[in-house]
């Protein structure tokens, strides 16, 4: 009891000081229901629906397959990296070329710009890459084997003591 007490009061000195506060809080408590897509669209209409609250016309618009993963009504978008994106194209977000009010991917994560994208063609062909590698890497097992008998060590000459055949040192007292 005493600590509901002490809630309240907390509230009411936050209220008082800055009333927008405790109104933004019990505004916005459970939000995270408006961002949950909704059930998969069985009908033309629902299709239209969603569409609509996605920002996409009804040709565009192809949800994921109901196969229980929970993608819902959300949309199928094209697996496309955002590196492939024009960087010189005017974005609200442009560190995320990304305008407001885009619909994102359901896996953004991935496709994002600090991932692997495959937006780019290559250079040369995968055969020649693979030429390059297998080359260099024979290379070095030929150079390895072919100086196998070679040993390499750190040229040093014997130690050299004062007098030959005597004992340098002695550990007697003088």
Not at 28 to 42: A, L, R, S, T
Not at 78 to 85: L, Q, S, W
Not at 147 to 168: C, D, I, S, T, W
Request: charged share 30%; hydrophobic share 30%; net charge neutral.
């Amino acid at each position: 009891m005493a600590a509901l007490i002490k809630g309240i009061k907390f509230a009411a000195q936050i209220s008082n000081r800055n009333p927008a506060i405790l109104y933004t809080s019990v505004r916005n408590h459970g939000w995270n229901k408006d961002f949950k897509p909704g059930k998969f669209p069985e009908s033309e209409k629902d299709r239209e629906m969603a569409a609509k609250k996605y920002g996409l016309t009804t040709a565009e618009y192809q949800p994921y397959p109901d196969d229980g993963l929970g993608y819902g009504d959300y949309p199928k978008l094209p697996d496309v990296p955002v590196e492939a994106r024009d960087p010189y194209y005017p974005y609200d977000f442009p560190e995320l070329k990304r305008n407001l009010h885009d619909t994102l991917h359901a896996e953004t994560d991935f496709w994002s710009e600090d991932r692997f994208g495959s937006a780019e063609p290559l250079r040369y062909e995968m055969k020649t890459y693979w030429l390059a590698f297998l080359g260099v890497m024979t290379g070095c097992f030929a150079v390895y084997y072919w100086l196998e008998n070679y040993k390499m060590f750190r040229p040093v000459l014997a130690k050299q003591y004062p007098y030959e055949g005597k004992p340098h040192y002695t550990f007697e007292k003088k």
